[in-house]
């Protein structure tokens, strides 16, 4: 069939146009090493930068997360990193102490980000689950989150969606991007595996 200059070329009906391949969002999870901590580095301070999901102001520097991985890596808490089949960082989840004193061992507080585009896939449940599995697996009782009471519906309802339940609220305790912000508690209580060492004691 010739088509004359101007001729508007038929279209088929949606129906009849063929179906494209659905993309595959594939990935998979292993401890983080420290050749992931730029990669990290740069997922935190998007946050940072463009969102109240942490309430942090000051972009993270890698010493900072060098000090931290090192830390980690000492107490035997799980540093978990999502990794695209080429290699790239797509987010990561960690376990730190709840604080300080020796009495709360046994208690940990999660932290997990996923970058850009690897949102709404599924990737943040399984990370999660593999940070709960691992804290597990270390004999860790209770997981607490602290999440920002605004713009971060979507943790708060990952963290529900997996067991945490709201442990309380806090408001007007941060500020940042002229606003007053505050934090919701949520917490799951884990069910031990193993037997934990006492962060590194």
Not at 69 to 89: D, E, K, Q
């Amino acid at each position: 069939m010739q088509f004359e200059p101007g001729d508007r070329r038929r279209v088929l009906p949606r129906h009849l146009r063929p179906t494209p391949a659905p993309e595959v969002f594939s990935y998979s999870i292993r401890p983080a090493r420290a050749s992931d901590l730029p990669h990290v580095r740069e997922i935190y301070n998007h946050f940072v930068s463009n969102s109240v999901v942490t309430l942090d102001e000051r972009r993270s520097s890698i010493p900072y997360w060098r000090e931290k991985f090192a830390m980690l890596t000492r107490l035997g808490l799980p540093f978990l990193v999502a990794v695209s089949p080429s290699g790239v960082v797509l987010g990561y989840a960690l376990a730190q102490p709840w604080a300080g004193k020796n009495a709360y061992r046994y208690t940990v507080e999660d932290s997990i980000y996923l970058g850009p585009g690897a949102g709404g896939k599924g990737l943040g449940g399984v990370l999660l689950q593999a940070l709960i599995d691992a804290c597990q697996q270390l004999g860790i009782r209770e997981m607490v989150a602290v999440i920002s009471d605004s713009k971060a519906e979507a943790s708060i309802r990952l963290h529900a969606k997996l067991g945490f339940v709201e442990a309380g609220r806090m408001g007007r305790v941060g500020h940042k991007f002229g606003r007053d912000l505050g934090t919701v508690y949520m917490k799951k209580a884990l069910t031990p595996t193993g037997r934990r060492r006492l962060f590194g004691r």
